[in-house]
């Protein structure tokens, strides 16, 4: 297994996970490169992404609050994009393994700063934009930042997130085992697979004291492990 074929099953599952292929990869890429990697990094692209959320989270307030004055339709916008809430997005997609830091960069912890991970959250918005269309652009931002549509007045604050679109699946799983059955999730191993040009793990998620089990695959263990979670829940919400 090559460390360029690793990186390209890499690259894949986020695509997996943002929805959106791209057809263009070296601008994917880029979007995770930091600038203490190389002079061809994602800072203009993360300009170009917070103009473009800035955008699609102004329409979407626009058309919930109907009520709301400029005013407070700044104040929430605000509220949406904060550092904080675009970096768990960046957590939730894993894609801190993926960028591109300069060997001083990444030995000084700085890949999981808040404001770094909002930042490649940006940049990615931006590459899908130019790679693809808007429609694209704001699929996925509904979809991972959670825009809940049903909050129609102020104050709004998290009503306009739909809360299960920011909470991870495993932290998801781990609260309702919790509170219904009083028991943690369990994650094993299952297998690597792997080849001249896939890298795949399979994990499996397990309730105890049941005889509920699923399986995920993923190119790295956190993201089988994810993908297990989420199919538990599917099938314990059912």
């Known amino acids: 297994m090559t460390e360029q074929s690793a990186d ?45 959320l800035k955008f699609i989270l102004s329409h979407f307030l626009f058309k919930t609050l109907n009520q709301a004055g400029e005013g407070d339709l700044t104040k929430e916008r605000a509220s949406l994009e904060t550092n904080v809430r675009l970096a768990q997005v ?19 912890g700085i890949v999981k700063n808040p404001g ?3 930042g490649v959250v940006e940049a990615i918005i931006a590459a ?36 299960r679109a920011l ?5 998801e799983l781990q609260e309702f085992t919790i509170k219904q059955l009083g028991v943690y999730p369990l994650y094993s191993k299952v297998r690597r697979r792997s080849s001249d040009i896939e890298l795949m793990w399979k994990a499996q998620c397990t309730i105890p004291n049941t ?5 995920g695959e993923g190119a ?7 993908i297990a979670a989420q199919k538990m829940l599917t099938l314990i919400q059912k």
């Open 8 to 52: 390209s099953a890499l690259l894949s599952n986020l695509q997996q996970e943002l929805g959106y292929e791209f057809r263009d990869q070296d601008l994917l890429i880029q979007a995770l490169t930091h600038s203490s990697s190389s002079p061809v990094n994602n800072e203009r692209l993360e300009f170009l992404g917070d103009a473009v």
């Open 90 to 108: 960046a957590r939730n997609l894993d894609v801190a393994s993926l960028i591109r830091l300069g060997k001083g960069a990444r030995k000084d």
């Open 116 to 118: 770094l991970l909002a």
């Open 128 to 163: 899908i934009y130019l790679d693809g269309s808007l429609d694209d652009v704001v699929d996925m931002v509904h979809r991972h930042l959670g825009l809940n549509w049903n909050a129609t007045e102020l104050p709004a604050g998290d009503m306009l997130l739909d809360r």
């Open 167 to 171: 909470v991870h699946p495993k932290t």
């Open 211 to 215: 005889e509920l089990a699923t399986e």
């Open 220 to 226: 790295n263990i956190q993201a089988a492990e994810t």
